[in-house]
């Protein structure tokens, strides 16, 4: 299924409540509308438009001490679709063992991303996004609404690309608010 073909009843439904923990809903809540591929399509070209043109310090920007740099955010970005998408292919695949969770802040802290360059960390980014669109848009519709445990919560496949897109949506935000704001006032 491409991104313009008519989506399938369980790609074009919104997660619902016990699909995943609570805690979730920070994300999904922040994805308009009920066509989760098109929003990861747009997202993807939004992200590239906030990046592109950037200066290579500007990958070193912290809006605050001991607030993740641009790197460290863009990273993470990439670090939790990648997690997030191994455990929606996981469910998808019908793979019924529980799937642990993860420390995000030992993941930035144990990644290379301050050694990266801004274009390295967009070029990830791409590949990460392009890997999860292919991963979401070549499911059966069985598939979404399968059910796993990660974290040690239920949660569906639709529910974790709702996750990723709207984590992703979550950072922009931060991105746009709290550190390139204060740049583009400068330039």
Known sequence: MTPTDTPSTATSLRPQLGEYAPYY???ISLVTGDEVLANLEDQRR??????????????????????????????HINDTERIMSYRALRIARGDATPIEGYEQDDYVRNGPFAGLAVADLIE???AVRRATISLFRNLDEAAWTRRGVANKNNVTVRALAYIIAGHELHHRGILEEKYFKQVSGDR
């Not at 590239?48 to 001991?66: I, K, Q, T, W």
Request: overall charge negative.
């Open 25 to 27: 809903e920070r994300y």
């Open 46 to 75: 939004q992200m590239l438009l906030l990046l592109s043109g950037r200066a290579e310090a500007d990958g070193d920007l912290r809006y605050a001490p001991e607030k993740w740099s641009v790197k460290e955010v863009l990273g």
């Open 124 to 126: 990830d980014y791409i």
